[in-house]
C-alpha cells in the first residue's frame, strides 16, 4: 500500500524558512515522480513543483509563485521527498500536499499524504 | 502559462440527479486532464486521468469527456457520498495548474 507522511509543518515568521520532509513508502520511490501541491485556508489546490524521477535525473520544476524560495529535492536511500521554503510570506500559509504520480504516460497524480499545515504570520 | 477555468463553481443538487462539471482550458491541452474529489478535511482523490479513463476503484457513475480546451466531468445518478469540491488539473506542460474548483452541494 502507497504510504505518504508528510512532516514539518508549524509556525514561522514572514521572511523564515522551514523544510518539509515527506516518507514514502509501499513503492519503488526513485521510480516515480513526486510533486508538492498546497492549498490555502478555505481555497483552492495550487501545484506547488515537481521532481522527475532517477531515470530523468531527478529534475525539478516549480510554479512561478514559489521559484527562486523554494527547492524539491529527495533521499532515495531514505524514501524521503523534500520542500526547502525560504523567504516565506504570508501568502505561503496552505497545507502542504505530497503527492506520487503514475509510473507512466503523463505522469498524472495517484497518490496524496494526509498533509501537513504551515503558517506563515508574525 | 495555461490557465484552467471550471463551471459552475458551485452546484446545488439531490441525490440521484445527473451532474456535468465543465473545465475550460486556455489553450489546448490534447487530452492531458484529469479530475480530483476533494472532501472537507482531506485529501484530495483521483477520479479520472486523460480525459475519460477512470481510476482504478473510482464508481463507474463517474465518467470524463473532452479534448483541446474543453472537458466534462459527469456523475450519472449523484449519491449522499459524492457531495465535496471538484478539481481539475491539466498537465500539457510546466507549470502544471488546476482549476478554481466546482462545489457539489445537497439541495
Known amino acids: 500500500e502507497v504510504q505518504l507522511v508528510e512532516s514539518g509543518g508549524g509556525l514561522v515568521q514572514p521572511g523564515g524558512s522551514l523544510r518539509l520532509s515527506c516518507a514514502a513508502s509501499?513503492?519503488?520511490?526513485?521510480?516515480?515522480?513526486m510533486d508538492w501541491v498546497r492549498q490555502a485556508p478555505g481555497k483552492g489546490l495550487e501545484w506547488v513543483g515537481r521532481?522527475?524521477?532517477?531515470?530523468?535525473?531527478?529534475?525539478?520544476e516549480y510554479a512561478a509563485s514559489v521559484k527562486g524560495r523554494f527547492t524539491i529535492s529527495r533521499d532515495a536511500s531514505q524514501n524521503s521527498l523534500y520542500l526547502q521554503m525560504n523567504s516565506l510570506k504570508a501568502e505561503d500559509t496552505a497545507v502542504y500536499y505530497c503527492?506520487?504520480?503514475?509510473?507512466?504516460?503523463?505522469?498524472?497524480?495517484?497518490?496524496w499524504g494526509q498533509g501537513t499545515l504551515v503558517t506563515v504570520s508574525s | 502559462d495555461i490557465q484552467l477555468t471550471q463551471s459552475p463553481s458551485f452546484l446545488s443538487a439531490s441525490v440521484g440527479d445527473r451532474v456535468t462539471i465543465t473545465c475550460r482550458a486556455s489553450?489546448?491541452?490534447?487530452?492531458?486532464l484529469a479530475w480530483f474529489q476533494q472532501k472537507p478535511g482531506k485529501a484530495p482523490k483521483l477520479l479520472i486521468f486523460?480525459?475519460?479513463t477512470l481510476q482504478s476503484g473510482v464508481p463507474s457513475r463517474f465518467s470524463g469527456s473532452g479534448s483541446g480546451t474543453e472537458f466534462t466531468l459527469t456523475v450519472s445518478s449523484l449519491q449522499p457520498e459524492d457531495f465535496a469540491t471538484y478539481y481539475c488539473?491539466?498537465?500539457?506542460?510546466?507549470?502544471?495548474?488546476f482549476g478554481g474548483g466546482t462545489k457539489v452541494e445537497i439541495k
Open positions: 503527492t506520487r504520480s503514475f509510473l507512466s504516460g503523463k505522469n498524472y497524480i495517484d497518490s
Open positions: 509501499g513503492f519503488t520511490f526513485s521510480d516515480h515522480y
Open positions: 521532481t522527475r524521477n532517477k531515470a530523468k535525473s531527478y529534475t525539478t
Open positions: 489553450q489546448g491541452i490534447s487530452s492531458f
Open positions: 486523460a480525459a475519460s
Open positions: 488539473q491539466h498537465l500539457n506542460s510546466y507549470p502544471l495548474t
